[in-house]
């Protein structure tokens, strides 16, 4: 078998090299693009976009007389918590419903304190915490995802009634 040698032309650059320039300016535009796209996943992650924790990762809202805190965007099979916290606990208690949504995207892990009474009603679940009246107190669900995808539910916290959306990553 006979190679054939050839020594490449001189380009109007001036060089003896045999590539082709507008097929590496095309490699250089979509190498810029790829760099782009990773410094702009970069930055999501860093804000927390990707459930890894992050500034935009957490929600807050104020439902009725209490704040309440819980991750806005978590990943699939990893434990996330929902924390409602009170300046003043009503003499007879507090009832918090989650609505029907919650339990079919959460498994309930675990509920700290413990809630007096559980009682299964027709938008949801409603959980009966009782304590000091006129002292702070703080309500911690823990949560875990039970597939991908967007959860929405309404939360009940006394009387006033806030819906919350909470993204689920695979």
């Known amino acids: 078998m006979k190679m054939n040698f050839q020594e490449p032309k001189i380009r109007s650059d001036g060089l003896q090299i045999s590539e082709s320039p507008a097929f590496q300016r095309t490699f250089w535009r979509v190498e810029r693009l790829a760099w782009i796209g990773f410094a702009v996943i970069i930055v999501a ?16 809202l104020q439902v009725g007389p209490a704040d309440v ?3 806005r965007i978590v990943r699939w099979q990893t434990a996330s918590r ?3 916290t009170m300046a003043n606990i009503p003499p ?3 009832n918090i419903v989650l609505g029907d949504s ?7 892990d675990s509920i700290s304190p413990e809630p007096k009474a559980v009682d299964l009603i027709a938008d949801g679940h409603q959980f009966h915490f009782t304590g000091q009246s006129g002292t702070r107190g703080r309500i911690e669900f ?11 539910f309404d939360m009940t916290v006394g009387t006033e009634t806030r819906p919350v959306t909470i993204w689920v990553l695979p």
């Not at 890894?52 to 990762?57: D, E, F, I, T, V």
């Not at 919650?102 to 309930?108: A, E, P």
């Not at 823990?142 to 929405?152: E, I, M, N, Y």
């Open 69 to 71: 805190t819980y991750t």
């Open 45 to 60: 992650a860093l804000l927390g976009l990707t459930g890894s924790g992050g500034p935009l990762s957490q929600g807050k």
């Open 82 to 84: 929902l924390s409602i």
């Open 92 to 94: 007879n208690g507090v």
């Open 102 to 108: 919650y339990s079919s995207g959460f498994s309930m």
């Open 142 to 152: 823990d949560l875990t995802a039970r597939s991908p995808g967007r959860v929405s």
